[in-house]
Structure formats: structure tokens, C-alpha cells
């Protein structure tokens, strides 16, 4: 069974940037695709990106186009988001979700928090 750890969050301040990665061990990515979620308070769970495990395609959400990317390197088993030029409305906990191309999962990590604040 597959299994997410999330790290690197933090305080940073608006304009800054941070890179969240996330540990993936239990099954190749191949499997997978994967999803990084957050949520902020209050606010209903929303999908940041996701990424093809197999063959690295990816996408966004408008609201975070051109300033986040995602990658995966599949021999170190992590995903990673980097996000650039945050804002306050970034502010939420971050979370690595899985699931299989045939549709087993999903798969949670326990999140981390992000907080974008001067």
C-alpha cells in the first residue's frame, strides 16, 4: 500500500517561495496519479496540481498557473511543488494524495501547513 509524507511548509512572507515535497514509498509512481490538495479554513478541499506518475504530464489550477510546478522524480520515489510568488490566499494546509490509474485509493499524506503572511 502506498504510503505519502509531506514536508516543507512554513511561514513565508507574500512574494516568497517554498518548496513542498512529498515521500512516496509502498509502490512504484508509475502507478499513480498524483495530487497535491489544500484547504484553508474554512474553505471546502481544493485540487493545486496533479501530475502524471508514469509519464510526468501535469496541470494546474488557474489560480496557481505560472507560479507553482510540480515534478516527480520517479528513482528517489518524491514529488515536489514549488511554489513562487505566493500570496496570503495561498494559505492553507497542502496534502499529497494518490491514486491508482485503475482507480485503487486514494491515498492521503497528513499535510502540511502553509502559511503566507508579512
Known amino acids: 500500500q502506498l504510503q505519502l509524507e509531506e514536508s516543507g511548509g512554513g511561514l513565508v512572507q507574500p512574494g516568497g517561495s517554498l518548496r513542498l515535497s512529498c515521500a512516496a514509498s509502498g509502490a512504484p509512481l508509475d502507478y499513480y496519479v498524483i495530487v497535491w490538495f489544500r484547504q484553508a479554513p474554512g474553505k471546502e478541499r481544493e485540487v493545486v496540481s496533479c501530475?502524471?506518475?508514469?509519464?510526468?504530464?501535469?496541470r494546474y489550477a488557474d489560480s496557481v498557473k505560472g507560479r507553482f510546478t510540480i515534478s516527480r522524480d520517479k528513482d528517489k520515489s518524491m514529488l515536489y511543488l514549488q511554489m513562487n510568488n505566493l500570496k496570503p490566499e495561498d494559505t492553507a494546509v497542502y496534502y499529497c494524495n494518490a491514486v491508482t490509474f485503475s482507480g485503487r485509493g486514494p491515498y492521503w499524506g497528513q499535510g502540511t501547513q502553509v502559511t503566507v503572511s508579512s
Open positions: 501530475i502524471n506518475g508514469a509519464d510526468g504530464g501535469t
